[in-house]
């Protein structure tokens, strides 16, 4: 495998540990450790760990070392605050400049799980899946790269933040469906407000 594989594999498998929270809030890093359990190599494994530090995931603290972020409610809050506000933008874009192909991935991400039972962890998956299309229909990379970068640290919140219980996940499901049809169709007044 290519260096650059080997280091977005790395990326993937230390973030879902996170996300998952197999590595919990404030939980020392061992590169050692991650080496062992994922067969990488240092290499692959530091460059994850300085990716994940951009999005706020991991803390390296000099002379004391890596760990797990800790994201306080206000913090999620703030980032939920700022995220409402440019992810409109972002819809706003992708409607008007999505191709068929970024639709296709969406649908085919839509129609990935069972909805009628599936589990908190194939949510969080689709949402971030849908937003990540979302983000690159945009075809803004500033914007992509600051809207990568507020998802990631709220990606381990509990279920129920990103899913109030007064909705539940039949009206996630069919916000979802809604957006996905207003940015086929290219309303991107109706996405912006379905989103």
């Given at each position: 495998?290519?260096?650059?594989?080997?280091?977005?594999?790395?990326?993937?498998?230390?973030?879902?540990?996170?996300?998952?929270?197999?590595?919990?809030?404030?939980?020392?890093?061992?590169?050692?450790?991650?080496?062992?359990?994922?067969?990488?190599?240092?290499?692959?494994?530091?460059?994850?760990?300085?990716?994940?530090?951009?999005?706020?995931?991991?803390?390296?603290?000099?002379?004391?070392?890596?760990?797990?972020?800790?994201?306080?409610?206000?913090?999620?809050?703030?980032?939920?605050?700022?995220?409402?506000?440019?992810?409109?933008?972002?819809?706003r874009l992708a409607a008007r400049r999505g191709s068929e192909t970024h639709w296709q991935q969406m649908e085919a991400v839509l129609n990935s799980i069972p909805w009628h039972d599936a589990t908190d962890q194939q949510l969080i998956e689709i949402d971030e899946a849908c937003h990540a299309i979302i983000y690159a229909a945009a075809d803004n990379h500033f914007l992509e790269d600051m809207l990568t970068t507020c998802y990631a640290p709220s990606a381990p919140a509990p279920v129920d933040v990103f899913f109030a219980p007064h909705w539940g996940y039949a009206h996630y499901r069919r916000n979802t469906s809604n957006a996905y049809r207003s940015l086929r169709d290219g309303d991107a007044d109706e996405a912006a407000l379905a989103s």
């Open positions: 495998m290519t260096h650059y594989v080997l280091s977005q594999q790395a990326y993937q498998s230390i973030k879902r540990k996170i996300v998952y929270l197999e590595l919990e809030p404030g939980a020392v890093i061992d590169e050692a450790v991650l080496q062992d359990s994922l067969g990488l190599g240092r290499t692959p494994i530091r460059e994850a760990l300085q990716r994940l530090e951009q999005e706020k995931l991991v803390t390296i603290v000099p002379r004391r070392g890596m760990f797990v972020s800790e994201i306080s409610v206000t913090d999620l809050y703030q980032i939920f605050e700022l995220r409402l506000t440019v992810e409109a933008l972002a819809v």
